[in-house]
């Protein structure tokens, strides 16, 4: 191995280091305690060291939620395959959408609420932002209903998903009645 293949492999861990420890701290005490200074104590890394990976906390914001939008992908991906028809496979998104969101609130967050510097809907749209709706569009297309745009019937049947998670997460939902609100969504929205 070259000295330069091993320098960008180290680098590459010091970007990983650096994503996660930014997750970790917003998880456990949220975005406002994710500091450059307080990364960089917990890293055993200089803020240069930091800055020299990230121009400061919005492009660290934006990496998780590139990070995060993978893995809502995967686990919508996952629940999907899983699933016994169509009916089932939009139930079973519907209730891994919520449950990322419930399980990962600062990710969540970076993903949609927070300015992370990232494109959403642009010819630049990162990948990762591109699949993770892709995944929802994959799971959905055929719901649609006839003579519905599977794209528009994605977008919205994902901000009424949205609103779910963010209203729940709010208390201005009760979460007991989560399951029937799914059913709900599934059953008005939802022509399969």
């Known amino acids: 191995m070259s000295v330069q293949e091993r320098k960008q492999r180290e680098r590459a861990s010091r970007e990983r280091l650096i994503v996660a420890t930014a997750r970790e701290l917003a998880e456990e005490h949220g975005w406002e305690a994710v500091t450059t200074r307080r990364l960089a104590e917990r890293i055993e890394y200089s803020q240069p060291v930091l800055y020299s990976h990230f121009r400061g906390k919005r492009e660290i914001i934006g990496a998780v939620a590139l990070q995060g939008a993978t893995e809502m992908a995967a686990a919508v991906r996952a629940a999907a395959a899983t699933a016994d028809g169509p009916r089932a496979r939009v139930a079973a998104l519907a209730r891994t959408y919520l449950a990322f969101a419930a399980a990962h609130p600062a990710v969540y967050d970076a993903m949609f609420q927070l300015d992370g510097g990232l494109a959403f809907a642009q010819e630049d749209t990162p990948a990762p932002l ?43 939902l009760p979460a007991e009645y989560a399951e029937q609100r799914v059913a709900l969504l599934v059953d008005r929205l939802a022509v399969v």
């Open 130 to 172: 591109k699949d993770a709706f892709a995944a929802l569009l994959e799971s959905l297309s055929d719901a649609a209903g006839k003579g519905v745009s599977p794209g528009l019937f994605t977008e919205t049947f994902w901000a009424a998903l949205h609103g779910l998670a963010t209203l729940t997460r709010a208390g201005r």
